[in-house]
């Protein structure tokens, strides 16, 4: 699959070697380690209300990511760094590595943009050169020695297709396979329950309803239906009933809560239910009956505002398994149908949605509508394409939907004043907003507004940044400027919906606190049927629901690395496989190194060092770089044409050129042949 690939020969990377010492005089802290790919880090504090430090290779002393540290703060050339002074516990045990051998050292070099030193092996073997290795750490590094392993498991060879893969599972710790234990209690589970219609749940199987989903989708975990009466819509949104089948303190919910979410990889998921329940009996099949909990919401037609909401246990049959790409063409003419109530059901659809599109520009709503990067495999596994699927208007509806669903269970549990699981955001920094404005205004977006960190201005901004030719560039430093969503049980609303209330309970398949918040509402509902007018009490305490909701978040955010990564090695595959095609991309920020890059087409980042240039020398500031021997001057924003220069697996990283420089190379060939003609 992949190799390292250059232009130039390859130095082999050496142990950690600090340049030179420097004792810090700040207080000392504890927390955990971030490290980049570059060498350098940051310090998380353990203590919430100190912000992150940057830590500079030299005063990492053996530390990576993920150790847990003592370190002492001070100010260097103005600004604050940390050192470590002591390792307290070591986050990485096991790395998966590529196997080199130089005379007699035999190492690897880790595949992680966070463990930036090569591991030697002592054993003696039989590796070949390239072969992907699964190390145990047995010695870090220091000042005074590298770090040594010993070889777990031969993963496979780096050219192999689909190692990727393997070695991102080896990294997390991943397996695709159910614990036998597990697998078997989810089979007794999928063989004894048959949903039948039996009076103890709101039958709904008569209503017109349909799930709407990706063309790749594996499991089918919401459905809608829609009816018209006189001025309101009313919109039905269905929700597999999880907890129906997922027992609390089962086995199968502490697999679950262990998981925390489906992680996806381009070629397969690792669901966080087994496929008997996620792809069965809780997924909202087609033609067969399904137990679910019902969002029932009152819409005026007008103004898309909510009337009424309701909640059920219930049971649906869904008519349609209905894709994105089918609905938008039905949508646009570009398919027909001759299904009157499939006609009928699109026509409401598309309607509905054009009220609530109508809503969100009323109201201060901010949307960062990236396009989504998708991949084409050839049958054998290896990446034949990296395109982009931009959404329509099926994907922004069913959006639309799921938020109003979420919205109304959060504001019913909120306004019960029981301790619940919300999903906020917060604010974002006012510094870092005012950063993003004066780059808006020095690329000419025309920003006459007041300069603050609310919500209708962050939404105008969004809508300035996405109608700028800028927008590749502007949008993602936007969203960089706001604060990360997480679990909560404290409800500080979420600022990017403009919303007071908001949770997660649209995904209870392939996220553990939508299933959480489906017990904590069908609690309420039966405790209010059976007793409605007493005092109501959870059984649920604040203690539970906070370490729910802090483990999930940091469990999400594990998915999304996981996923961020698979990616980018997917990205590079193709690149490797492309590497003599040009690219666009986007100058994002100047240094003194060279230029940060993004290639908009298979949304990638880049980097391009003033030393690959070969026909110019630069001098540069954080906004601009100029060519002391062509006059030439790159700006922030700028489109420039680029090729791979260099490609090194082993980090994750690509090292691009100019297009141009290729040009004036072949330009001063033809000038020198010429000239010896002569």
């Known amino acids: 699959m992949i190799k390292k690939r250059s232009r130039d020969e390859r130095a082999e990377r050496g142990s950690f070697k600090p340049k030179r010492k420097d004792d810090g005089d700040g207080k000392t802290l504890k927390g955990r380690v971030e490290a980049h790919s570059a060498g350098f880090a940051f310090f998380i504090p353990e203590d919430k209300t100190t912000d992150d430090v940057f830590i500079h290779p030299r005063n990492l002393n053996g530390a990576s990511s993920q150790d847990i540290v003592l370190v002492t703060v001070s100010t260097f050339k103005g600004r604050l760094e940390a050192k470590v002074v002591k390792i307290v516990s070591r986050g990485i045990k096991e790395i998966a590595g590529i196997y080199q051998r130089v005379n007699n050292a035999q190492y690897i070099i880790p595949v992680s943009k966070t463990f930036n030193y090569n591991i030697y092996i002592k054993q003696e073997n039989s590796y070949e050169e390239g072969d992907v290795l699964l190390v145990t750490l047995t010695s870090y590094p220091s000042e005074h020695d590298r770090a040594y392993g010993d070889v777990v498991l031969k993963l496979g060879h780096i050219n192999d297709i689909g190692i990727d893969n393997k070695i991102v599972l080896s990294k997390f710790k991943l397996t695709r396979k159910v614990p036998e234990k597990i697998s078997n209690e989810a089979k007794k589970i999928q063989e004894n329950c048959t949903p039948t219609i039996d009076g103890t749940v709101e039958d709904f199987s008569n209503l017109y309803t349909a799930t709407i989903d990706g063309e790749d989708a594996k499991d089918y975990d919401d459905a809608i239906s829609i009816e018209v009466k006189d001025n309101e819509y009313i919109l039905y949104v269905h929700i597999a009933d999880v907890s129906l089948y997922v027992k609390e303190e089962s086995k199968l919910d502490e697999y679950a809560k262990g998981r925390g979410t489906s992680i996806y990889f381009p070629q397969f998921a690792i669901p966080m239910l087994p496929e008997e329940l ?211 049980t404290d409800n500080i609303g979420h600022f990017g919906l403009n919303s007071e209330a908001y949770t997660h309970f649209t995904s209870p398949i392939r996220r553990y606190p939508d299933l959480v918040v489906h017990r904590l509402l069908l609690e309420k509902l039966s405790m209010l049927a059976s007793k409605p007018n007493a005092t109501y009490t959870s059984k649920y305490d604040e203690d539970y629901l906070d370490s729910v909701a802090k483990r999930s978040t940091e469990l999400e955010r594990v998915a999304f690395e996981i996923e961020t990564e698979i990616s980018s090695f997917k990205k590079i595959e193709y690149l490797y496989e492309h590497f003599e095609d040009d690219y666009i991309a986007t100058i994002n920020s100047i240094n003194s190194h060279g230029f940060k890059l993004f290639i908009e087409r298979i949304s990638l980042p880049a980097m391009l060092d003033f030393d690959d240039i070969n026909f110019d020398e630069f001098t540069s500031d954080s906004k601009r770089a100029i060519g002391k021997n062509s006059n030439k001057i790159y700006k922030i924003g700028d489109e420039i044409a680029i090729n791979v220069h260099s490609i090194d697996i082993a980090s994750l990283t690509v090292k691009f050129r100019l297009k141009d420089d290729v040009i004036n190379m072949k330009m001063n060939k033809a000038k020198k042949k010429k000239k010896d003609k002569r």
């Not at 509905?352 to 949307?367: A, M, T």
């Not at 301790?419 to 977006?445: C, F, M, Q």
Request: charged share 30%; hydrophobic share 35%.
């Open 278 to 488: 996620s792809t069965d009996l809780c997924s909202l099949l087609p033609k067969v009956l399904r137990r679910t909990v019902t969002v029932k919401m009152v819409v005026d037609k007008n103004d898309g505002a909510i009337l009424d909401k309701q909640f059920y246990r219930s049971i649906i049959k869904s008519n349609e398994r209905l894709t994105y790409n089918y609905v938008n063409e039905l949508i646009d003419g570009r398919a027909v149908t001759t299904d009157k109530g499939l006609s009928k059901f699109v026509k409401d659809f598309e309607d509905l949605y054009n009220i609530f599109e109508k809503k969100k520009l009323n109201s201060d709503y901010i949307s960062f509508d990236f396009p989504e990067n998708k991949f084409k495999f050839r049958e054998d596994g290896s990446v034949e394409d990296v395109y982009q699927v931009v959404r329509g208007i099926s994907e922004r509806a069913i959006e639309f939907f799921m938020i109003s669903a979420n919205e109304a269970v959060a504001s019913y549990l909120h306004e019960s004043d029981l301790t619940s699981i919300y999903r906020v955001h917060d604010k974002p920094d006012n510094a870092k907003v005012i950063e993003w404005l004066e780059l808006a205004k020095s690329l000419g977006v025309d920003i006459n507004h007041v300069n603050d960190n609310s919500v209708k201005s962050i939404s105008i901004y969004s809508i300035l940044a996405t109608n700028s030719k800028y927008s590749s560039l502007l949008l993602p430093k936007l969203v960089r400027s706001m604060m990360r969503a997480e679990y909560s």
